[in-house]
């Protein structure tokens, strides 16, 4: 079976932990919009784990934190609840990248079993 569990359960449990505690300090909104910080993490940990990102996924994701960042300019300053859902972001973003990492090493292990 799959011998991975313990640290990605630390991590899950990590990215909500650092989300609850970020939005306790920002606004619903800065906490949302942060939040999709992960879709922008993921090919970062692609490529800075060695694996190959097309020019358009950079291009992409450079876009996408621009327009977070138009987005999240509503005439207040950032705080550290914003730094902790991006960090949080961060943290959901690693945990997919290993995901997917994990599914690769062991196809076997993420089968669906029948139950009856």
């Known amino acids: 079976m799959i011998n991975n569990r313990p640290p990605m359960v630390r991590l899950i449990a990590g990215g909500y932990l650092g989300q609850a505690f970020g939005l306790t300090q920002t606004t619903a909104t800065h906490g949302a919009l ?49 730094a902790w859902c991006i960090v949080s972001a961060m943290v959901f973003g690693l945990h997919k990248f290993r995901s997917e990492a994990i599914t690769r090493e062991n196809p076997e292990g993420t089968k669906a079993r029948k139950l009856s």
């Open 34 to 82: 942060t939040g999709t910080f992960t879709v922008i993490a993921v090919p970062m940990y692609v490529g800075l784990f060695g694996g190959r990102v097309s020019p358009t996924t950079w291009i992409s994701a450079a876009m996408a934190m621009a327009g977070v960042g138009l987005l999240t300019t509503d005439g207040t300053m950032p705080n550290m609840g914003d």
